[in-house]
């Protein structure tokens, strides 16, 4: 098992940066890929950002280019979110996923059904 623990979200102003943070534990040697999803109140899940665990490669939602940033630190098993400029259509509850194993397929990294655990969400609210 991988237990997921994010952290860092908040409310600011539209305009403003954020930086989330996932910390894994468990079973990290297994972990394959890690990422984020995201969910604005009455809409579905939302594909963020993830990222390949041995080589660093991302895969990131055409929403967030070039505002999201996503990175790791192997050494610390953690995963972050770097989120500049802002917007109030931003504001969700940010889901850290991870995934055992890694993937084939960069179209796999978008899917929910790609990832086995799931941390239990961190609020971000974007005021205009």
């Known amino acids: 098992q991988v237990q997921l623990v994010e952290s860092g979200g908040g409310l600011v102003q539209a305009g403003d940066s954020l930086r989330l943070s996932c910390a894994a534990s468990g079973r990290t040697f297994s972990i394959g890929v890690m990422g984020w999803f995201r969910q604005a109140p009455g809409k579905d899940y939302e594909f963020v950002q993830a990222i390949r665990w041995s080589t660093g490669n991302t895969y990131l939602a055409d929403s967030v280019k070039g505002r999201f940033t996503i990175s790791r630190d192997t050494a610390k098993n953690t995963v972050y979110l770097q989120m500049n400029s802002l917007k109030p259509e931003d504001t969700a509850v940010y889901y850290c996923?991870?995934?055992?194993?890694?993937?084939?397929?960069?179209?796999?990294?978008?899917?929910?059904?790609?990832?086995?655990?799931w941390g239990q969400g961190t609020q971000v609210t974007v005021s205009s």
């Open positions: 996923v991870a995934r055992e194993g890694d993937l084939e397929g960069s179209y796999r990294y978008s899917r929910r059904t790609s990832y086995d655990y």
